[in-house]
């Protein structure tokens, strides 16, 4: 069965610097997005994406966030200058369309110290 | 806006009782409406899903939930839980035209007793 692959599983990186957290969405989607869960809380939608441009984003997906699809499979989240309270799960997903079920992945578990 | 609330943070059930894992939700449109689970150090799973139709919806390990559109719910039921099914279960909901925009709720941690 397809499925969202992301990588890495677990990301520790120092304040202040930039990290990319990457995904490959099922390959005949073409709606992508990131979603986060700080430790203990609920998942919070950051982004979607279509046709090589944000189509929504967050309150929380600020200046610092910045996503792109670089080649004809992957999806990134680059994060510029990491904060402690950016630490969280980050979940990618994919869908056939806007109006069908999206897919997650495992996620990528981002500790910032 | 969609918004979802889940009424109990935490349930403990012993092995073999019953479960119901309740959720509400509000929308001004028609929605979908999810349940995900997901067990500890690991991501998220779909265990089942309301799209249309039949308003019992059965899922993935002998889970099932029942759309009330009077009521603006849709609580999760498990007749006999196990061990395994400890777990943190998320309802959530996207909008009919979007839906793949998922709001959640808070989770409602499972923990099961033998």
């Known amino acids: 069965e397809p499925e969202v692959t992301q990588t890495p599983s677990h990301q520790v990186t120092q304040m202040g610097q930039e990290v990319i957290l990457r995904c490959v969405p099922i390959?005949?989607?073409?709606?992508f997005y990131w979603y986060r869960q700080i430790l203990g809380q609920k998942v919070e939608f950051l982004v979607s994406f279509y046709n090589n441009e944000i189509s929504e984003k967050s309150e929380i997906f600020d200046d610092q966030f910045s996503v792109e699809r670089p080649d004809g499979s992957n999806f990134t989240l680059k994060i510029r200058s990491t904060k402690l309270e950016d630490s969280a799960m980050y979940f990618c997903?994919?869908?056939?369309?806007?109006?069908?079920?999206?897919?997650f992945g495992q996620g990528t578990r981002l500790t910032v110290v | 806006a969609q918004s979802v609330t889940q009424l109990d943070s935490q349930v403990p059930v012993f092995e073999e009782a019953p479960v119901e894992l309740r959720c509400n939700y509000s929308?001004?449109?028609?929605?979908?409406l999810f349940w995900y689970v997901q067990y500890p150090n690991q991501g998220l799973q779909l265990l089942l899903k309301?799209?249309?139709?039949?308003?019992l919806v059965k899922g993935i390990n002998g889970f099932e939930a029942e759309f009330n559109k009077s009521q603006t719910s849709f609580h999760l039921r498990k007749p006999s839980v196990h061990i395994s099914d400890t777990a943190e279960y998320f309802c959530a909901v996207s909008r009919r035209s979007s839906a793949s925009k998922i709001i959640f709720g808070s989770g409602t941690r499972l923990s099961i007793r033998p």
């Open positions: 929308s001004s449109v028609s929605v979908y």
């Open positions: 309301y799209l249309s139709g039949s308003t």
């Open positions: 390959s005949n989607h073409l709606y």
């Open positions: 997903a994919s869908s056939e369309t806007v109006n069908t079920e999206a897919f």
